[in-house]
């Protein structure tokens, strides 16, 4: 074949192509397939924040259907801060989306009494609609995990030898609360942190103060997917 006859079908063949409308498929599909490959290399190396996971979802749901999109997570906040307004909450309760998921924080004021695990009568009109919002809203995918968290001032009673007890036996009261609510168990999960995990940082030589050693006591209610 001589050279002008292969360049003519090549053009023969390159029109034919274009003619059919379907070039840019395969341009496409290679571009999609790039890009899933990276987002799964980029999961399967770092932590699964669910909270930008959700907020991704929302971006992308907006950008195609021109709405507001709604999530699980989003749905749930948004009832959950009905709740603390309607019962005037606001200092004590306090409701976002982080990593983990959808995070209930109690000051420990608004549960219990100091040095003690019981929970406040008064706080169980407020937990019992958080309860109802997480049972209506979640399913066997979710997870509801309470963290109990103390201040660093050492507690040593019979019930309690140490802050460790403390905190789990808070994080636990609340648990057996949500499973008489009617939430499964293999649901739920409890753990205790004593004041290993401040929410206020200390610089070096520094001391807490009583608002800081408040601002640690607290428990926290995430809910998330598995």
Excluded: C
Aim: charged fraction near 30%.
């Amino acid at each position: 074949m001589s050279d002008k006859a292969y360049k003519r079908g090549l053009r023969r063949r390159r029109a034919t192509f274009d003619a059919d409308g379907e070039g840019w498929i395969v341009t496409y599909a290679d571009a999609i397939t790039l890009l899933l490959a990276f987002f799964v290399m980029i999961l399967s190396v770092s932590d699964l924040n669910q909270g930008k996971i959700e907020a991704l979802k929302e971006g992308l749901a907006s950008i195609i259907s021109g709405k507001e999109a709604v999530t699980p997570f989003n749905d749930i906040k948004k009832e959950l801060n009905n709740i603390i307004d309607e019962h005037n909450m606001q200092d004590n309760v306090s409701v976002d989306i982080d990593m983990k998921g959808v995070r209930v924080e109690f000051s420990n004021f608004s549960l219990y009494e100091s040095g003690s695990a019981a929970i406040k009568p008064e706080a169980l009109p407020v937990l019992a609609e958080v309860t109802k919002v997480i049972k209506e809203t979640t399913g066997k995918t979710y997870l509801v995990e309470i963290e109990g968290h103390t201040d660093d001032v050492p507690i040593s009673t019979a019930r309690f030898p140490s802050n460790w007890e403390l905190s789990a036996s808070r994080a636990s009261n609340v648990v057996k609360y949500l499973m008489g609510k009617g939430v499964d168990k293999s649901q739920l999960k409890a753990s205790g942190y004593a004041d290993s995990r401040p929410k206020t940082k200390l610089e070096a030589g520094q001391s807490y103060t009583e608002e800081d050693r408040a601002t640690n006591r607290r428990v926290v209610i995430y809910v998330r997917r598995y």
